[in-house]
């Protein structure tokens, strides 16, 4: 399986000819969805999810569908029997992948501010995306996509994060809003410079990819 990233929060997954997308937002180049065979969203959230772009997308290949929760499925209304609802405990056969789906909302952000319906994505007992949300899967994971920067953590909670849910190996996703001194910083707390971790930590560039 290879992993590529395609900016903030999106991930494409890809094994001989089948490619599956994981949260194409605002923060990612349309062409992300570009040969999709099937889009996973987290969240509704417009850094995880574009719904004008993920409509174009579905507009230009009838094909294409879509596995998310409730809310996010509602904005996608027109697209009858292409949109699928998936819950905590869900496992199911996306684009040729086997997922299983983890979690059940996002992270608090403020007492004050309602928290959203967002599940968490291992696919192919391999790769859990666990969107905006510090869901720990109920299998093991070998290969952790870590949201390393968002306006509900802060750096203990991803580092005791990594160390709960202890994969193989972590990359950060979410990391759009950091400038170079931000990413340099969040590397080092997640690697050399931090109290530590049993997972070792990297992060890949927009557009670079890795074989998992």
Known sequence: MELTK??????????DDRRLVIDPGAFTDPSALDGAGAVLMTHEHADHFAPDVLRAAMDADPALEVWTNGS????LDGAAGRVHVVGDGDALTVAGF???????????IHPEIPRVGNVGFLVGGVV????????VPTEPVATLLLPVHAPWSRIAEVIDYVRAVDADQAYAI???LLNDAGLGIVGGLL???????PTPFSRLAPGDSVEL
């Open 72 to 75: 996010v499925a509602g904005r």
């Open 191 to 197: 690697g050399e410079r931090g109290p530590g971790t």
């Open 128 to 135: 859990f995306h666990p969107g905006d949300a510090f869901t």
């Open 98 to 108: 086997d997922v299983t789906v983890h979690g059940e909302l996002h992270a608090v």
């Open 6 to 15: 395609h900016g903030h929060a999106c991930v494409v997954l890809s094994e």
């Open 174 to 176: 979410h990391d759009g």
